[in-house]
């Protein structure tokens, strides 16, 4: 480990000022930040911890939830207006990591946790342009069985590893940050961004910018949503593929929906081509299979991961199925 | 600036790169907490601060100023095992021994949580009482490995010590 110092800030101004020297990272609950400075794919020279920041969730005027980015995941999966108003979100979190870990990290930990490409991770053997950018990428012609299917590039075919991102794009969140500039906020959807030729970029976030909570919009039908997660084995194992999706049904007819797509790229995939076909239509499994279908058509694999596209497709049409009945 | 561990004022490291594993381990000679992947993946580290399980090996000790962390040295009265160490014996709940603290640390931190209620990866309804079935323990539990196998007996002999404790929780409510 290359030494860093360590300081606590305050306030969200005391984190920004903490945070302007060269080489800063924010540190939440640690819980991929320290494995990633102990295997020296991160070299930061300070640690600014931001986990005294707000760690409050609370109601919105407008009938949604304000999530405080120092909320420990438990919290948030366990906290009742989640588990009753947002159930896909309680779902995707108790998906993800263990119990231990999820005691540990921070919600807005979470939203900027790395890839788990074992590629990038192999400081010593593999060419990563995430970590070392334009050095080349060794995943595009190594074991791809965990690689992305949707939006990837030439330079990165990483995906990203949260669950619980999923059911924020899934959601509508909106991301509140503070920055140099201010405070701005931003659409969950868009503060992820697909590799391109700057897979080093894992988000649009400007240098020194912290999150400081996620805003969840009033949406009474995501009463009616869950998360589905398919790994290679029982618990405590990323996504291979996940599905986060919210149904609404008003006399055999989709009269709402919202889905998000895991493990499949470099983002948490909002499927918006589904939810175009299948907005106002019949809720009928054909209408689900053509909407999962139509998601996937630009999917493209690599060698060892074309089973995802299948796949993803089954998922999306079993989770629609069990929302239905649930809905009816 | 220092940390209660099993009671005792601890203060926190000068360099801010040590984990707390490694000052429970190589600073206080407390070795019944074991580094096992050192990564956050295997659970052999698991201790309780505040009464909340976490893995130590992702904890920098400088994190946790002000904080009560317990291990598995804290936790027998004397010469008197806590029930818990008593039932992974009866049990045969462990062979090597090596993920055993972590696994009475952290069943004594997933008791607590389903205490309060929260859910699982497999409860079928997330705002119900938790009944703590096998299922239930065996996602609960599966933030801690065992490479001897001896899972089955590590549930047996949480789902004995917690037995009465769950159904005096369940006729309270």
Redesign the interface.
């Known amino acids: 480990?290359t030494?860093?110092?360590?300081a606590r800030a305050e306030d969200a101004a005391d984190a920004l000022r903490l945070g302007q020297a060269s080489a800063a990272a924010y540190?939440g609950?640690?819980?991929n930040l320290?494995?990633l400075i102990?295997?020296t794919v991160a070299k930061p020279s300070a640690?600014i911890?931001v986990?005294g920041l707000s760690s409050e969730i609370e109601e919105t005027e407008g009938g949604g939830l304000m999530i405080g980015a120092a909320v420990r995941n438990?919290a948030l999966?366990?906290h009742?207006a989640v588990?009753?108003r947002y159930?896909v979100l309680?779902?995707a979190i108790?998906?993800g990591?263990?119990?231990?870990?999820r005691?540990?990290a921070t919600v807005g930990g979470n939203l900027l946790q790395r890839t788990r490409c074992t590629y990038f991770y192999d400081t010593d053997g593999s060419r990563c342009n995430k970590r070392a950018p334009g050095s080349g990428c060794d995943a595009i012609e190594g074991f791809t069985r965990g690689h992305a299917i949707l939006g990837a590039s030439s330079a990165c075919v990483a995906t990203h590893p949260s669950d619980m991102c999923v059911a924020l794009a899934a959601l509508d969140a909106i991301v509140h940050l503070h920055g140099r500039g201010g405070a701005r906020t931003l659409p969950f959807t868009e503060l992820h961004r697909l590799p391109g030729d700057h897979p080093e970029f894992d988000t649009v976030l400007e240098p020194g910018e912290l999150v400081t909570a996620i805003e969840l919009p009033p949406m009474n039908f995501a009463a009616n949503s869950t998360y589905r997660k398919v790994r290679d084995r029982?618990?405590?194992a990323f996504a291979l593929v996940s599905i986060a999706a919210a149904l609404e049904i008003e006399g055999g007819v989709v009269k709402d929906v919202r889905i998000a797509l895991g493990g499949v790229a470099h983002k948490p995939w909002r499927a918006s081509k589904a939810e175009a076909v299948l907005r106002g239509g019949p809720a009928t499994e054909q209408a689900f299979r053509a909407a999962a279908v139509a998601e996937m058509a630009d999917a493209q694999p690599l060698r060892d991961n074309g089973f995802k596209i299948e796949l993803t497709k089954r998922t999306l049409v079993a989770v629609l199925g069990d929302l239905s009945g649930a809905a009816a | 600036m220092s940390i209660l561990i099993n009671g005792l004022a601890v203060a926190l490291p000068d360099?801010?790169?040590v984990?707390l594993l490694d000052l429970l381990r190589q600073g206080l000679h407390l070795s019944g907490t074991k580094k096992g992947c050192?990564?956050?993946a295997c659970?052999a580290c698991?201790v309780l601060v505040d009464g909340?399980?976490?893995?130590s090996c992702?904890?920098?000790a400088?994190?946790y100023d002000g904080r009560q962390v317990t291990t598995i040295e804290g936790l027998a009265d004397g010469d008197a095992l806590h029930p818990l160490q008593q039932a992974f014996i009866d049990h045969d709940g462990f062979q090597c021994g090596y993920c055993t603290p972590g696994q009475i640390c952290?069943a004594i931190?997933?008791a607590a949580?389903a205490k309060?209620?929260?859910?699982?990866?497999v409860?079928a309804d997330?705002?119900a009482d938790v009944t703590l079935t096998r299922e239930e323990l065996?996602?609960?539990m599966?933030?801690?490995l065992c490479r001897c196998g001896a899972h089955n007996g590590i549930i047996d002999a949480i789902r004995e010590t917690l037995k009465s404790e769950i159904d005096t929780a369940e006729m309270a409510a």
């Open positions: 480990m030494p860093f110092t360590y540190l609950g640690g819980t320290v494995d102990r295997e640690l911890d986990t438990t999966a366990e009742l588990r009753t159930p309680s779902r108790l998906a990591a263990s119990a231990q870990i005691n540990m029982a618990s405590y | 360099d801010p790169r984990s050192n990564q956050g659970g698991t909340e399980r976490i893995v992702l904890a920098l400088v994190q952290s931190g997933m949580e309060r209620g929260v859910p699982s990866h409860s997330l705002t065996q996602e609960r599966s933030g801690n």
